[in-house]
């Protein structure tokens, strides 16, 4: 009998992200595997044996850390949270899915519907959030399949040069290639004919796309690694940074977990036991901050991002499709490239909007009735099905005259 968490690995399992991740990874090893049998054979030389061993070590630190990063998790805020201190319970947000006050670092995911802990992005690859548990597995499993698909992209120019080269017989006027011919070495390796030539060049592009992909990803990992931050902690320092110079308000923000050395930083994620420091809740801070400077600084921006959200009423109905065909070609080929949702509209609706792009928008639709369940709808809709709802900030009602914004 399978248990629950047998049940949710397998899960994890049965989405696009790792179905694909997973094909490049098998397609890449296996077609390298054989090349090499072909350039370099393993039994032969020590050379050949290096080879081949080496590549089997790529694919299989590769997929340990791989499942390691999708089975670990990047470890979940308790349900229920609360900090030791009620009167700190002022300086945090509070999750109404999770019924629990968000901790420092930590982010409610839509996509696991929990609060995590430390959390620098859902990943779709891994179908999995990347956090406190997981980012250093996640963050070598970038590391490693890039430097795995250098040394396989290597192979296939090796196997695809030295299989051509005796197959190619050279003429004054035309070069004639057969691709059926026997090789020239009489042992009995794996045949070399068009079909494997193709998967061959097919697994090449695969491991060059691969290694560009992924290594700009560990780039960025990395950089985030070394000043002890997440993907979503640099964006709330950038809007920290707006938000002060906006208000003017002579304020200076510093990122509290900055603990000033490049080395102690990378010591936050990466421990010699492979087990993160801390519990995930409370971190050190350096010098000036205390535990709630950054949790302050995202309350502050909530109240500002009320401040400055537009109330938009519907005006058409939308589905909640990613590529509506009904509401135009630019609305269409212009679609949010994000895994955040899109809401569908009914006419009258009334959204608060707080961001967009130029056919899109992104916002939370306005609760009327208690029977919604105090549910929260956000997500991008597309801006032609709606228009600016002028109101009396005192009565609430709709202004006379309105006008579709532009």
């Known amino acids: 009998m399978m248990g629950p968490g047998a049940l ?7 989405h696009w992200g790792p179905a694909v991740a997973l094909a490049v990874v098998a397609v890449c090893s296996a077609t390298a595997m054989a090349d090499a049998a072909l350039w370099y054979w393993p039994l032969d030389t ?19 850390n791989y499942f390691s990063a999708m089975f670990v998790g990047p470890g979940y805020v308790p349900l229920g949270w609360t900090p030791e201190k009620s009167q700190d319970c002022m300086y945090l947000q509070y999750c109404k899915v999770c019924q629990s006050y968000k901790a420092p670092r930590s982010h409610h995911c839509r996509k696991c519907n929990r609060c995590v802990m430390k959390m620098d992005h859902h990943c779709p690859w ?12 996640f963050t070598l499993f970038l590391l490693l399949a890039p430097l795995g698909c250098i040394h396989a992209s290597f192979i296939f120019i090796m196997t695809m040069y030295t299989q051509l080269y005796n197959r190619i017989s050279f003429g004054w006027s035309s070069v004639k290639i057969d691709m059926s011919a026997a090789k020239r070495d009489p042992r009995p390796i794996i045949p070399f004919g068009l079909s494997a030539f193709a998967a061959s060049l097919f697994a090449l592009g695969l491991a060059l796309g691969t290694t560009i992909a992924v290594g700009m990803l560990f780039i960025i990992q990395m950089k985030v690694i070394l000043t002890n931050k997440t993907s979503i902690e640099s964006w709330i320092e950038e809007k920290a940074k707006d938000r002060i110079q906006y208000y003017q308000t002579g304020e200076t ?4 977990y900055d603990m ?18 801390g519990d995930g809740l409370d971190w050190p801070v350096r010098d000036g901050c205390h535990q709630y400077s950054l949790t302050i600084e995202q309350l502050k921006q909530k109240a500002d991002k009320r401040v400055r959200s537009v109330r938009y009423r519907a005006i058409e109905d939308y589905s909640g499709v990613c590529c509506p065909v009904t509401k135009g070609v630019k609305t269409f080929f212009t679609t949010p490239c994000t895994e955040e949702p899109r809401i569908a509209l009914s006419k009258g609706d009334l959204i608060l909007a707080t961001r967009g792009l130029k056919h899109w928008m992104y916002g939370e639709k306005i609760l009327i009735s208690a029977a919604d369940g105090g549910v929260r709808e956000r997500g991008w809709f597309p801006r032609k099905c709606v228009e600016k709802y002028q109101y009396d900030s005192e009565t609430d009602q709709p202004v006379d005259g309105e006008k579709k914004s532009k």
Do not use: D
């Open 8 to 14: 949710q690995r397998a899960r994890r399992l049965c």
């Open 46 to 64: 020590a050379g050949g044996s290096v080879n081949f061993v080496m590549l089997l070590n790529w694919t299989v630190m590769i997929l340990y």
């Open 126 to 137: 891994i179908n999995n959030c990347c956090g406190y548990q997981n980012h250093a597995s």
């Open 253 to 256: 923000f510093i990122f509290p």
């Open 260 to 277: 000033g050395s490049k080395w102690k930083n990378f010591r936050q994620v990466f421990t010699w036991s492979g087990i993160p420091e």
